[in-house]
């Protein structure tokens, strides 16, 4: 018995589910949905509870070319968003080297602009290289070093140690860290919400600063956490009391700095 042959329209129609989309697009599956709820790829086929692809339309999306800033051609992943964002071209422009002997500063800078773009601020970092190449692209005239495998690396290098997004205070961030951080850590008798989370703030403050110890305003905490002057200002006197912040220095209008801390809490968890 003769085996048939898949006619040419056949072939044209083949469908695929979302984990052959995702490795055809070098993402995961969950990122994959995301795309295609905000129009960002060719819709899928719905035919009960299946969701399915053409290939030939995810292969000729995923192929598409498109300009850079400087009129070359490259390659735009379905899981980008498009090179027409206005967010992706001014990112670049803000953070082209003004020199040589810049790129590995400006590369870290160009992650936590797009760590500020919510769509980017989760990604994989492998998914973001056609916005690394356009970056490079029009950087390259004040890079010395020419490979862009060694800027692609300066860029994974960078986005892993990016803190706090572009556009982001260090408190904020650190503020927004502590409220889903683990507080196992913190003594049970600091049991006032509030104080936890500043506790946890101020621990997340020190490990951006290392060993250096950080500058923090009762004024800064006040809209962080909703509370009058007077209150953040005994919170600090008492995280200072309890061993859990060292003073280090005192601030004072007159030379405009606020006043110094640094975290001393054991970090132990509690014997019970």
């Not at 053409?54 to 899981?79: A, F, H, W, Y």
């Amino acid at each position: 018995m003769s085996s048939t042959q898949p006619t040419p329209d056949e072939a044209e129609v083949k469908l695929i589910d979302v984990c052959a989309v995702a490795t055809m697009l070098s993402c995961s599956v969950r990122h994959t949905y995301r795309l295609a709820d905000a129009g960002r790829m060719p819709p899928p086929l719905k035919m009960g509870s299946l969701v399915r692809w053409s290939r030939k339309s995810i292969e000729e999306r995923r192929d598409t070319k498109t300009q850079n800033p400087n009129g070359r051609c490259v390659s735009v992943s379905l899981c980008k968003v498009g090179p027409q964002d206005e967010r992706i071209r001014a990112a670049i422009q803000r953070t082209l080297p003004p020199h040589i002997g810049r790129r590995d500063k400006m590369i870290f800078e160009f992650c936590r602009e797009l760590r500020a773009i919510p769509e980017f601020a989760d990604a994989d970092p492998a998914t973001l290289e056609p916005f690394v190449r356009q970056w490079y692209e029009a950087a390259e005239p004040k890079i010395g070093t020419k490979e862009f495998a060694v800027a692609i690396g300066a860029f994974l290098h960078g986005w892993v140690n990016v803190k706090i997004p572009k556009g982001e205070t260090a408190v904020a961030g650190a503020y927004q860290n502590a409220k889903i951080a683990d507080m196992s850590c913190i003594p049970g008798c600091i049991d006032h919400p509030s104080l936890r989370i500043l506790i946890e703030m101020c621990r997340e403050l020190q490990s951006m600063h290392g060993n250096r110890p950080f500058f923090l305003a009762c004024c800064t905490l006040e809209p962080l956490f909703n509370v009058t002057h007077v209150t953040t200002w005994g919170w600090l006197n008492t995280l200072v009391q309890l061993k859990v912040l060292e003073k280090v220095s005192i601030g004072s209008m007159k030379t405009r700095k606020t006043n110094e801390y640094r975290f001393i809490l054991n970090s132990q968890p509690k014997v019970h």
